[in-house]
T-cell receptor
Framework: DVKVTQSSRYLVKRTGEKVFLECVQD?????MFWYRQDPGLGLRLIYF???????EKGDIPEGYSVSREKKERFSLILESASTNQTSMYLC??????????????FGEGSRLTVL | AQSVTQLDSQVPVFEEAPVELRCNYS??????LFWYVQYPNQGLQLLLK??????LVKGINGFEAEFNKSQTSFHLRKPSVHISDTAEYFC????????????FGTGTRLLVSP
Protein backbone atom coordinates (compact mmCIF):
# COMPACT_ATOMS: atom_id res chain seq x y z
CA ASP A 1 0.00 0.00 0.00
CA VAL A 2 1.07 3.55 -0.70
CA LYS A 3 1.92 5.41 2.43
CA VAL A 4 2.06 9.17 2.67
CA THR A 5 3.22 10.33 6.07
CA GLN A 6 2.85 13.84 7.42
CA SER A 7 5.17 14.49 10.31
CA SER A 8 2.80 16.42 12.57
CA ARG A 9 -0.92 15.81 13.00
CA TYR A 10 -1.49 18.89 15.16
CA LEU A 11 0.57 22.05 15.52
CA VAL A 12 0.02 25.30 17.39
CA LYS A 13 2.20 28.24 16.39
CA ARG A 14 2.32 31.95 17.06
CA THR A 15 1.90 34.72 14.52
CA GLY A 16 5.19 35.46 12.79
CA GLU A 17 6.77 32.08 13.47
CA LYS A 18 8.33 30.06 10.66
CA VAL A 19 6.51 26.76 10.21
CA PHE A 20 7.66 23.59 8.45
CA LEU A 21 5.23 20.87 7.42
CA GLU A 22 6.93 17.69 6.27
CA CYS A 23 5.58 14.98 4.01
CA VAL A 24 7.20 11.69 3.00
CA GLN A 25 5.89 9.07 0.56
CA ASP A 26 7.27 5.57 0.16
CA UNK A 27 6.08 4.62 -3.35
CA UNK A 28 8.62 6.42 -5.51
CA UNK A 29 5.97 8.78 -6.85
CA UNK A 30 7.18 11.60 -9.05
CA UNK A 31 4.38 14.04 -8.27
CA MET A 32 3.70 15.54 -4.87
CA PHE A 33 1.12 18.11 -3.81
CA TRP A 34 0.18 20.34 -0.90
CA TYR A 35 -3.50 21.22 -0.42
CA ARG A 36 -5.22 23.37 2.11
CA GLN A 37 -8.69 22.34 3.34
CA ASP A 38 -11.15 24.82 4.84
CA PRO A 39 -14.86 24.33 5.62
CA GLY A 40 -17.04 25.28 2.68
CA LEU A 41 -14.05 25.78 0.38
CA GLY A 42 -13.00 22.19 -0.20
CA LEU A 43 -9.40 21.47 -1.10
CA ARG A 44 -7.32 24.19 -2.68
CA LEU A 45 -3.93 23.51 -4.25
CA ILE A 46 -1.03 25.48 -2.77
CA TYR A 47 1.99 24.04 -4.59
CA PHE A 48 2.95 20.91 -6.45
CA UNK A 49 6.15 19.29 -7.63
CA UNK A 50 6.65 16.92 -10.55
CA UNK A 51 10.32 16.17 -9.89
CA UNK A 52 13.14 16.76 -7.46
CA UNK A 53 13.93 20.46 -7.11
CA UNK A 54 10.99 21.33 -9.39
CA UNK A 55 7.97 23.19 -8.08
CA GLU A 56 4.92 24.89 -9.50
CA LYS A 57 2.47 27.29 -7.93
CA GLY A 58 -1.04 26.11 -7.40
CA ASP A 59 -4.12 28.23 -6.90
CA ILE A 60 -3.22 29.83 -3.56
CA PRO A 61 0.60 30.02 -3.20
CA GLU A 62 0.77 33.38 -1.43
CA GLY A 63 2.42 33.15 1.97
CA TYR A 64 3.83 29.68 1.31
CA SER A 65 6.94 28.14 -0.18
CA VAL A 66 8.01 24.54 -0.75
CA SER A 67 11.12 22.44 -0.91
CA ARG A 68 11.78 19.13 -2.64
CA GLU A 69 15.39 18.08 -2.20
CA LYS A 70 14.65 14.34 -2.36
CA LYS A 71 12.07 12.48 -4.39
CA GLU A 72 10.26 11.08 -1.37
CA ARG A 73 10.04 14.30 0.64
CA PHE A 74 8.03 17.47 0.01
CA SER A 75 8.03 20.25 2.59
CA LEU A 76 5.64 23.15 2.95
CA ILE A 77 7.05 26.29 4.57
CA LEU A 78 5.16 29.20 6.08
CA GLU A 79 7.82 31.92 6.30
CA SER A 80 5.84 34.05 8.74
CA ALA A 81 2.67 32.38 9.95
CA SER A 82 -0.52 34.41 10.14
CA THR A 83 -3.88 33.65 11.73
CA ASN A 84 -5.52 33.25 8.30
CA GLN A 85 -3.25 30.28 7.69
CA THR A 86 -5.00 28.32 10.42
CA SER A 87 -6.22 25.32 8.47
CA MET A 88 -5.91 21.62 7.68
CA TYR A 89 -3.00 20.90 5.35
CA LEU A 90 -3.04 17.76 3.22
CA CYS A 91 -0.10 16.27 1.36
CA UNK A 92 -0.65 13.93 -1.57
CA UNK A 93 1.35 12.08 -4.18
CA UNK A 94 0.74 10.46 -7.55
CA UNK A 95 2.79 8.58 -10.09
CA UNK A 96 3.62 9.36 -13.68
CA UNK A 97 3.49 6.95 -16.55
CA UNK A 98 1.22 5.19 -19.00
CA UNK A 99 -1.25 4.36 -16.29
CA UNK A 100 -1.25 7.83 -14.78
CA UNK A 101 -4.80 8.94 -14.10
CA UNK A 102 -4.24 11.77 -11.69
CA UNK A 103 -5.37 9.62 -8.74
CA UNK A 104 -3.94 11.03 -5.54
CA UNK A 105 -2.78 9.24 -2.40
CA PHE A 106 -3.21 11.37 0.70
CA GLY A 107 -1.58 11.70 4.08
CA GLU A 108 -3.70 12.03 7.21
CA GLY A 109 -3.36 15.79 7.33
CA SER A 110 -1.73 18.36 9.58
CA ARG A 111 -4.04 20.66 11.49
CA LEU A 112 -2.28 23.97 12.06
CA THR A 113 -3.53 26.61 14.48
CA VAL A 114 -1.86 30.03 14.40
CA LEU A 115 -2.49 32.17 17.47
CA ALA B 1 -9.36 24.11 -17.10
CA GLN B 2 -11.81 22.03 -15.13
CA SER B 3 -14.22 22.86 -12.34
CA VAL B 4 -16.51 20.89 -10.05
CA THR B 5 -19.77 21.81 -8.36
CA GLN B 6 -21.20 19.91 -5.43
CA LEU B 7 -24.56 21.53 -4.90
CA ASP B 8 -25.31 20.07 -1.48
CA SER B 9 -23.07 21.07 1.40
CA GLN B 10 -24.84 18.70 3.78
CA VAL B 11 -27.14 15.71 3.27
CA PRO B 12 -28.94 14.27 6.30
CA VAL B 13 -30.36 10.77 5.91
CA PHE B 14 -31.66 7.97 8.10
CA GLU B 15 -29.85 4.68 8.40
CA GLU B 16 -30.77 2.11 5.71
CA ALA B 17 -32.22 4.81 3.44
CA PRO B 18 -30.81 5.39 -0.06
CA VAL B 19 -28.68 8.42 -0.75
CA GLU B 20 -27.46 10.38 -3.76
CA LEU B 21 -24.69 12.98 -3.59
CA ARG B 22 -24.61 15.23 -6.61
CA CYS B 23 -21.59 16.31 -8.62
CA ASN B 24 -21.44 18.35 -11.81
CA TYR B 25 -18.27 19.23 -13.65
CA SER B 26 -17.11 21.54 -16.40
CA UNK B 27 -14.32 20.80 -18.85
CA UNK B 28 -13.38 21.53 -22.44
CA UNK B 29 -11.58 18.19 -22.75
CA UNK B 30 -12.35 14.61 -21.86
CA UNK B 31 -12.04 13.88 -18.17
CA UNK B 32 -11.26 11.43 -15.44
CA LEU B 33 -13.60 11.66 -12.44
CA PHE B 34 -13.15 10.64 -8.83
CA TRP B 35 -15.03 10.44 -5.54
CA TYR B 36 -13.02 10.60 -2.33
CA VAL B 37 -14.23 10.12 1.24
CA GLN B 38 -12.85 11.75 4.37
CA TYR B 39 -13.71 10.32 7.77
CA PRO B 40 -13.31 12.61 10.80
CA ASN B 41 -9.72 13.58 11.52
CA GLN B 42 -8.36 11.59 8.59
CA GLY B 43 -7.02 12.22 5.12
CA LEU B 44 -8.91 11.46 1.93
CA GLN B 45 -9.24 7.99 0.51
CA LEU B 46 -10.45 6.96 -2.92
CA LEU B 47 -14.02 5.64 -3.15
CA LEU B 48 -14.19 5.11 -6.90
CA LYS B 49 -13.05 6.51 -10.23
CA UNK B 50 -14.24 6.79 -13.80
CA UNK B 51 -11.54 6.59 -16.47
CA UNK B 52 -13.31 5.16 -19.51
CA UNK B 53 -15.66 2.37 -20.55
CA UNK B 54 -18.79 1.54 -18.58
CA UNK B 55 -20.48 4.66 -17.26
CA LEU B 56 -21.57 2.89 -14.07
CA VAL B 57 -18.66 2.61 -11.70
CA LYS B 58 -18.66 0.58 -8.52
CA GLY B 59 -16.47 1.46 -5.57
CA ILE B 60 -15.75 0.43 -2.04
CA ASN B 61 -18.31 0.17 0.78
CA GLY B 62 -21.24 -0.38 -1.60
CA PHE B 63 -21.03 3.00 -3.32
CA GLU B 64 -21.47 3.50 -7.05
CA ALA B 65 -21.49 6.46 -9.42
CA GLU B 66 -22.74 7.07 -12.91
CA PHE B 67 -20.92 9.18 -15.48
CA ASN B 68 -23.33 11.16 -17.63
CA LYS B 69 -21.45 13.04 -20.34
CA SER B 70 -24.46 14.88 -21.75
CA GLN B 71 -25.37 16.24 -18.33
CA THR B 72 -21.72 16.57 -17.23
CA SER B 73 -22.57 14.81 -13.99
CA PHE B 74 -21.03 12.10 -11.82
CA HIS B 75 -23.50 11.50 -8.99
CA LEU B 76 -22.65 9.14 -6.15
CA ARG B 77 -25.24 6.69 -4.85
CA LYS B 78 -25.70 4.07 -2.20
CA PRO B 79 -28.91 2.03 -1.88
CA SER B 80 -28.75 1.67 1.90
CA VAL B 81 -26.49 3.74 4.14
CA HIS B 82 -24.96 2.86 7.49
CA ILE B 83 -24.05 5.04 10.44
CA SER B 84 -20.41 4.43 9.54
CA ASP B 85 -20.93 6.21 6.20
CA THR B 86 -21.07 9.52 8.05
CA ALA B 87 -18.20 11.46 6.47
CA GLU B 88 -17.38 14.18 3.98
CA TYR B 89 -17.40 13.27 0.32
CA PHE B 90 -15.44 15.08 -2.36
CA CYS B 91 -15.90 14.90 -6.11
CA UNK B 92 -12.82 15.64 -8.22
CA UNK B 93 -12.00 15.99 -11.92
CA UNK B 94 -8.94 16.16 -14.13
CA UNK B 95 -8.37 16.34 -17.86
CA UNK B 96 -7.23 13.03 -19.31
CA UNK B 97 -4.20 14.39 -21.14
CA UNK B 98 -1.09 16.22 -20.10
CA UNK B 99 -0.21 16.75 -16.47
CA UNK B 100 -3.12 15.56 -14.39
CA UNK B 101 -3.96 17.94 -11.58
CA UNK B 102 -7.11 17.15 -9.63
CA UNK B 103 -9.66 19.89 -9.05
CA PHE B 104 -11.92 19.25 -6.09
CA GLY B 105 -15.46 20.28 -5.27
CA THR B 106 -16.31 21.92 -1.97
CA GLY B 107 -17.48 18.66 -0.44
CA THR B 108 -20.76 17.20 0.82
CA ARG B 109 -21.14 16.17 4.44
CA LEU B 110 -23.25 13.02 4.74
CA LEU B 111 -24.93 12.74 8.14
CA VAL B 112 -26.48 9.35 8.83
CA SER B 113 -28.71 9.09 11.88
CA PRO B 114 -30.38 6.04 13.44
Amino acid sequence: DVKVTQSSRYLVKRTGEKVFLECVQDMDHENMFWYRQDPGLGLRLIYFSYDVKMKEKGDIPEGYSVSREKKERFSLILESASTNQTSMYLCASSFVGVANTGELFFGEGSRLTVL
Amino acid sequence: AQSVTQLDSQVPVFEEAPVELRCNYSSSVSVYLFWYVQYPNQGLQLLLKYLSGSTLVKGINGFEAEFNKSQTSFHLRKPSVHISDTAEYFCAVTGNTGFQKLVFGTGTRLLVSP
